[in-house]
């Protein structure tokens, strides 16, 4: 068995965090579509971050709960967590 190397670990932290990112942003983007509310957060970016972030804290919480990347019901939380943030930053 070779040892992982340092392109090898960042391919696999890119790809743990590729779900939450891209959730976090599309959400980010068809939030004023679906929402006609104003965000607290007026930029796509931080309201992209925001979302990346509560998505990548659900995706940690599930990797320790379960022991093991890629359960359904880690992503399922993931969503959750990422919906929740969007209707944090939406609300007045």
Known sequence: MTAMGPL???NH?????APA?????LLAILAPV???????AHSLR????INFIAGLVSL???LVFFGRDGKMGTYAAMVLA???SQWWSMRR
Request: aromatic share 6%.
């Open 82 to 84: 990422c919906a929740a």
């Open 46 to 49: 931080a309201q992209a971050a």
């Open 21 to 25: 990112l891209v959730v976090g942003l």
């Open 34 to 40: 679906l929402y006609r509310k104003v965000p607290i």
């Open 8 to 10: 090898d670990l960042l």
């Open 13 to 17: 932290l890119l790809n743990f965090a």
């Open 60 to 62: 940690l919480a599930g």
